[in-house]
């Protein structure tokens, strides 16, 4: 496999009793690339991304994430990605500074290292004033941008987010895009799913999974082509619309 | 209570606003949520709040539907007022509030019936207003409520908020975290319900849900910036917008931003969109400087504003 390639699957297969939740998915991703993983509320992206993060088996098929196998290797996966999500990603009952040296423990980074690259974070993010604030006090778009720079803070080579602008407004979920290509230039891919088919314009290349199966995967631009649409909004809609399964 | 026969849908004047709010202040100690909030809502009329976390859209709802009090101002729902006849407006309106507060331990069925009766309604009475969401559910109607997905347990809080026929519907951020098909579906039901005189009050995060309201009123730090048609709020945007292409999106952003003329530039989906600060601004000149910058397939052209664009310009100002 080349170096460029972060992410490789093979016929990735989830199962629960009868119910296939990820079916045969096939797909590479490859370095510094922002890669948008959409599908309907149900379709298995939640599924599919707790196998590429080693948090649960696939009951067929293969993956390698950082050059790891998700199945023999889980620990080392975790190792070298970064996750946030919508739902969860920092503890509201710690303060700015702790939730980040909390993360840089468990990653691993030193203490001087911890301390130096915090106040660089703090001062990117204008939140120096709020180091001793509690998170759970913070507006919900400045969580985002924090746990989006905690999720990334001991350099992974690839981050997961999962819906991070979910309830976010229109002007803040653009400084966190910027985070994002900012992340994506420095060579850090980025794994992203998220409901606004805007962002999803914002990818380099984008999948569309419908039902357990990856549908659709190119570029935005090619994806509107071959959809015969003009936004992503209508690609989405045309695939979405075939799904048999509900929630 | 007799629950089955003593229920009777709140009567309304039509000709009247559905919801008053005048001057309305919140603070939370010294946090001001709300400055001096007033509009009114026409019954049948969905209303769209749009603003950033934070700015008050939360407070204002809790505010409408009784469950806390303002400092100073008047708010009125059906000609009740929210403090004195509290009881009054708790019968008329329905709430969905942003975070899920159904019975997570109770069966979708179980929370549905609960509704109805806390209201002394039944399902089947009012079954016609939930009918198209509720057989959504049915398969699953003995599952508990916390053990539904995320765009079910939307479904059945819309339900609940609907089942005893409110005259008023308040829905803060209803489609956070739904997909794109799910949040038309959910959209074209409150077109439906729009049709049988049910007046809602809606907030979102989605430009493309602020289209959809009759009006819109865009707030920030505890103030209403405008109230007006998505229309005519549009046709207000009073500065050329132009929009921007390259094969490097990334550093075009901050290219366009160090450029003199350029004034507000944001991403907006495949493009750049910006406004300038001379009348008299000039493309070529534009594309040339970004060529020299190593920028191929330059793209540059003057665009209609939507409300998203809108709301980047009211946002800055």
């Known amino acids: 496999m080349s170096e460029d390639i972060v992410i490789y699957t093979k016929n990735l297969t989830k199962k629960f009793g009868s119910f296939t939740a990820v079916d045969n998915i096939n797909f590479e991703v490859h370095r510094g690339e922002i890669f948008g993983f959409l599908g309907a509320n149900g379709a298995g992206k939640t599924t599919a991304m707790r196998m590429l993060c080693g948090l649960s088996k696939p009951t067929s098929g293969e993956g390698y994430v950082a050059g790891f196998d998700i199945r023999k ?42 301390a130096e690259k915090t106040e660089d974070l703090l001062e990117k993010l204008h939140f120096t004033k709020e180091r001793n604030t509690l998170v759970a006090s913070l507006p919900l778009g400045w969580k985002q941008k924090l746990a989006f720079s905690v999720s990334i803070f001991h350099e992974p080579k690839i981050v997961f987010l999962d819906e991070p602008t979910g309830g976010v407004d229109p002007a803040t979920r653009r400084q966190f895009w910027e985070m994002i290509y900012e992340a994506a230039d420095r060579g850090i891919t980025i794994f992203v799913t998220t409901h606004y088919m805007d962002e999803a314009e914002y990818c380099n290349r984008v999948s569309i999974m419908v039902d357990g199966r990856i549908d659709a995967l190119d570029t935005p631009h090619n994806l509107k082509e071959q959809f015969n649409a003009h936004s992503m909004d209508q690609v989405f809609r045309r695939l979405a619309r075939k799904a048999e399964r509900k929630e | 209570m007799d629950r089955n026969n003593n229920y009777q849908s709140p009567t309304v004047d039509y000709r009247l606003p559905a919801v008053v709010v005048e001057n309305v202040h919140k603070s939370y100690g010294s946090v001001q949520a709300l400055r001096g909030v007033s509009f009114e809502v026409e019954r049948g009329e969905i209303f769209g709040i749009i603003g950033p976390d934070g700015a008050g859209k939360t407070s204002l709802f809790r505010i409408m539907a009784t469950l806390i009090l303002a400092q100073e101002g008047i708010c009125t729902v059906d000609e009740f007022d929210v403090v004195k006849d509290y009881k009054q407006v708790r019968k008329r309106i329905g709430y969905m509030p942003g975070r899920f507060s159904l019975y997570q331990d109770m069966s979708v069925e179980e929370n549905l019936t609960f509704f109805s009766a806390v209201f002394g309604t039944t399902i089947r009475e009012n079954y016609h207003l939930i009918g198209d969401i509720y057989r959504q559910l049915e398969p699953f109607k003995n599952r508990r409520a916390g053990n539904l997905s995320g765009g079910m347990k939307q479904k059945l809080a819309l339900c609940c908020a609907l089942i005893h026929k409110p005259s008023v519907l308040f829905l803060d951020e209803p489609t956070t975290g739904v997909d794109p098909v799910s949040r038309k579906e959910f959209w074209e039901m409150l077109k439906r319900l729009q049709k049988q005189d049910i007046t809602v009050i809606v907030s979102t995060p989605y430009m493309d849900e602020a289209n959809l309201c009759d009006r819109i009123a865009l707030i920030k730090s505890g103030r209403f910036m405008t109230i007006d048609t998505p229309y005519n709020i549009i046709n207000s945007f009073d500065t050329p917008l132009w929009s921007a292409k390259s094969d490097r999106m990334f550093r075009l952003l901050g290219d366009l931003r160090q450029y003199t003329a350029v004034d507000n530039c944001y991403v907006s989906s495949e493009f750049h969109h910006f406004t300038v600060r001379e009348n008299d601004f000039d493309p070529k000149t534009l594309a040339v400087q970004l060529m020299e910058k190593g920028h191929e397939n330059i793209r540059i052209e003057q665009i209609e504003p939507t409300i998203e664009d809108c709301y980047m310009h009211l946002a800055k100002n």
């Open chain 1, 73 to 114: 290797q889980p620990e080392k996966i975790k190792q070298s990605i970064g996750y946030m999500s919508q739902k969860f990603s920092l503890y509201e009952d710690l303060k700015v500074w702790e939730n980040i040296r909390l993360y840089a423990g468990i990653y691993g980074m030193k203490d001087h290292h911890i």
